[in-house]
T-cell receptor
Framework: DVKVTQSSRYLVKRTGEKVFLECVQDMDHENMFWYRQDPGLGLRLIYFSYDVKMKEKGDIPEGYSVSREKKERFSLILESASTNQTSMYLC????????????FGSGTRLTVV | AQSVAQPEDQVNVAEGNPLTVKCTYSVSGNPYLFWYVQYPNRGLQFLLKYITGDNLVKGSYGFEAEFNKSQTSFHLKKPSALVSDSALYFCAVRDDSNYQLIWGAGTKLIIKP
């Protein structure tokens, strides 16, 4: 089975800290995504990537950046964490030609205090 | 604008009864439709998808979904609910302008013994 692994399940950070959320997939998928999930709002796309060193802004990129130096790893960076970035963060991937059967990681619940 | 709606925040069903979780969509072209499930403190898992073909799509865990073009709906169904089906269910549709998935807000399904 394809695995998408997010490095932390729970994370508590202080306001103003730089935060790194890591996502690794083990099946050579080209496409990777970062979402945040908030109650009543569903999933909102932060950034996505179609290939190594390629990134595209999603619907809510403000306050975030990403890095994809290797195909299997897609990192989400909160440049200066704020309390309104407290959320569940989900990473997903899928291969080209799959017709969008996304595989998700287990999520990272980030609390900014 | 392309969109997807899940009109019910929560659905309550007695164990053994049939269940339906509703989804309606709006897209400009042919719809690519998906259902995902999220169990507590987990990432999303793919249940089923409609791309083309038979309007009744069968998926994982005994779930199925019926595509209705005239009503622009893609309701998720199961003939006999289990307590273990209690989870958060997301409907999604492909955005034709950028090929990303547009997500519904989610429906919490509660199956009571």
């Amino acid at each position: 089975d394809v695995k998408v692994t997010q490095s932390s399940r729970y994370l508590v950070k202080r306001t103003g800290e730089k935060v790194f959320l890591e996502c690794v997939q083990d099946m050579d998928h080209e496409n990777m995504f970062w979402y945040r999930q908030d109650p009543g709002l569903g999933l909102r796309l932060i950034y996505f990537s179609y290939d190594v060193k390629m990134k595209e802004k999603g619907d809510i990129p403000e306050g975030y950046s990403v890095s994809r130096e290797k195909k299997e790893r897609f990192s989400l960076i909160l440049e200066s964490a704020s309390t309104n970035q407290t959320s569940m963060y989900l990473c997903a991937s899928y291969p080209d030609g799959e017709n969008y059967g996304y595989t998700f990681g287990s999520g990272t619940r980030l609390t900014v205090v | 604008a392309q969109s997807v709606a899940q009109p019910e925040d929560q659905v309550n069903v007695a164990e053994g009864n049939p269940l339906t979780v509703k989804c309606t969509y709006s897209v400009s072209g042919n719809p690519y439709l998906f259902w995902y499930v999220q169990y507590p403190n987990r990432g999303l898992q793919f249940l089923l998808k409609y791309i083309t073909g038979d309007n009744l799509v069968k998926g994982s865990y005994g779930f199925e979904a019926e595509f209705n073009k005239s009503q622009t709906s893609f309701h998720l169904k199961k003939p006999s609910a289990l307590v273990s089906d209690s989870a958060l269910y997301f409907c999604a549709v492909r955005d034709d302008s950028n090929y990303q998935l547009i997500w519904g807000a989610g429906t919490k399904l509660i199956i009571k013994p």
